[in-house]
């Protein structure tokens, strides 16, 4: 009997020469649900070194500004934008999965004193549109990151670092820059670095200090790229109420969950 067994043309190991059989890269299963799909691809991921951007004013149809504040839901493996995001005083599964524990089971919630409590409160998210240069060509990339202020200690979010730095003034009380200006903002570089050892990097933010006028920056986009921008709150992926319970089994046990559910969708 002919032997069909097939072998790779090539060693895995052989692209990076640090890889071990011990060392490998994870595979990212993190299903991050705050951007559609068709956007998902444009999030902004920072390499090590300089990243200089042009922010996109905001559209005129636009109610949040050049930056859309997320509130962000987690759950074991991924996060989603809670709907008030879009709607005020709209409702999550989080939200009734909150009242009833509140209610029944407070010990079971998270807090200071219980840190393996489960968490059912948002985290604030800082979205945007970042025009940057990939390979000389002007491309349109959405930044998502954490708006945590730092007021609880710890390092603030960097889109916190950013609206941080677009917010600064100068000692007669006006603004140093305005980045989101049309024709009158700046490029903002970030630095990524991180130490050897260092779970985490750092980033480092700094203004530009000459005029970008954002037409000169379109002037160079692709077609494609022009056409993929669009105002923020039309990027941001809205759960349908069944993926939203379905985020919530993930939280706390699916049982706990499902009944929450049965008591308040009637």
Same mark, same amino acid.
């Given at each position: 009997?002919?032997?069909?067994t ?29 951007l559609? /799909?068709?956007?998902? @691809?444009?999030?902004l ?11 996109l ?6 109610v ?7 509130? =962000?839901? @987690?759950?074991?493996?991924?996060? $989603?934008?809670?709907?008030? &995001? ?6 999550s ?6 009242a ?26 800082g ?7 990939e ?13 945590y ?7 603030p ?19 140093i ?13 970030? &630095?990524?670095?991180?130490a050897a ?17 954002? =037409? ?5 986009m692709? /077609?494609?790229?022009?056409d ?12 349908? /109420?069944?993926?939203?319970?379905? $985020?919530?089994?993930?939280?706390m ?14």
């Amino acid at each position: 009997m002919k032997n069909t067994t097939q072998f790779s043309e090539e060693n895995p190991t052989t692209h990076n020469a640090e890889a071990t059989p011990w060392k490998r890269d994870r595979l990212n299963n993190y299903q991050d649900l705050v951007l559609k /799909p068709e956007f998902a @691809e444009r999030k902004l991921r920072f390499q090590t070194g300089e990243t200089w951007m042009r922010l996109l004013p905001a559209f005129k149809q636009s109610v949040h500004g050049w930056m859309l504040g997320v509130h =962000a839901l @987690e759950f074991e493996g991924g996060r $989603c934008a809670h709907p008030r &995001t879009l709607t005020r005083n709209a409702k999550s599964a989080f939200d009734h999965a909150y009242a009833w524990s509140l209610t029944n089971k407070p010990d079971s919630l998270f807090s200071k004193a219980n840190k393996n409590g489960v968490r059912l409160l948002t985290n604030p998210l800082g979205v945007f549109w970042a025009l940057i240069e990939e390979e000389r060509k002007t491309v349109a990339r959405l930044f998502v990151g954490s708006a945590y202020d730092g007021s609880r200690g710890g390092t603030p979010g960097l889109a916190w670092q950013v609206w941080h730095l677009t917010q600064q003034k100068d000692e007669n009380d006006k603004l140093i820059a305005n980045p989101a200006h049309p024709d009158e903002g700046v490029l903002i570089c970030i &630095t990524k670095t991180q130490a050897a050892g260092a779970k985490y990097p750092s980033y480092r933010l700094q203004l530009g200090r000459q005029k970008a006028p954002i =037409a000169d920056s379109i002037a160079k986009m692709a /077609p494609e790229e022009f056409d993929a921008l669009v105002p923020l709150e039309e990027t941001i992926r809205v759960l349908t /109420p069944d993926e939203d319970w379905e $985020c919530l089994a993930k939280v706390m046990s699916p049982e706990t969950a499902g009944f929450i559910k049965n008591s308040v969708v009637k």
